[in-house]
């Protein structure tokens, strides 16, 4: 299947410290979603990208798609406290979508 | 508007009994998908349907069914549980299944298999 690997697996910063999350696949991808998953809930989908080079901002979130569609990554400046929780990325091929392993963001107060 | 409902939320089974996690969406999406969730290693997809009467397997299938007799419902049967299935199962859906639309998910149902 299609395999996305998502790095770091764990992150622990400072409130008001800036956090990226990378997602890489092997293949060129179709596109790419992200999600966020709150300690004890369950995914909510934050964005979709679909074009080369594409960069799409929500606030203090800034997502990525890499030139060559085989690469992603979510910023988000300035952490809150509200921000804790896993990100995942997922890559869609073929009716399916894989999910990323997810990167666990702890933000300190 | 609710959503993806999933009943129940927590289950115990013991090894060797049966069970149907149920889903159910009020949204007329028409794709639908179930994911495993276990501790760092992410969301896996065990079934999916793109629509009433279709479906088909995902990465980890086996010892689990499915059915999509419409296009609110699809549950999820366990056929003879076993502690390997442990975990948080999710249910999905999609307005379509081609990738362009993002899932919207269920609360989860928690299952432990002793």
């Known amino acids: 299947g299609q395999q996305v690997m998502q790095i770091p697996q764990y992150q622990h910063v400072q409130e008001g410290e800036d956090f990226t999350t990378y997602c890489n696949s092997s293949?060129?991808?179709?596109?790419i979603q992200w999600y966020k998953q709150r300690p004890g809930g369950h995914p909510v989908f934050l964005i979709q990208?679909?074009?080369?080079?594409e960069v799409k901002k929500q606030k203090r979130l800034t997502f990525q798609f890499g030139e060559a569609k085989k690469n992603s990554s979510l910023h988000i400046t300035a952490t809150q406290t509200t921000d804790v929780g896993t990100y995942f990325c997922?890559?869609?091929?073929?009716?399916?979508?894989?999910f990323g392993s997810g990167t666990k963001l702890n933000v300190k107060p | 508007n609710a959503g993806v409902t999933q009943t129940p939320k927590f289950q115990v089974l013991k090894t060797g009994q049966s069970m149907t996690l149920q889903c159910a969406q009020d949204?007329?999406?028409?794709?639908m998908s179930w994911y495993r969730q276990d501790p760092g290693m992410g969301l896996r997809l065990i079934h999916y349907?793109?629509?009433?009467?279709?479906?088909d397997q995902g990465e980890v299938p086996n010892g689990y069914n499915v059915s999509r007799s419409t296009t609110e419902d699809f549950p999820l049967r366990l056929l003879s549980a076993a502690p390997s299935q442990t975990s948080v199962y999710f249910c999905?859906?999609?307005?379509?299944?081609?990738?362009?639309?993002?899932?919207?998910f269920g609360s989860g149902t928690r299952l432990t298999v002793v």
């Open positions: 999905a859906s999609s307005y379509q299944g081609t990738g362009t639309y993002g899932y919207t």
């Open positions: 293949t060129t991808l179709s596109n």
């Open positions: 990208l679909v074009k080369s080079g």
């Open positions: 997922a890559a869609y091929n073929f009716n399916k979508f894989y």
């Open positions: 949204m007329n999406h028409e794709y």
């Open positions: 349907s793109v629509g009433a009467g279709i479906t």
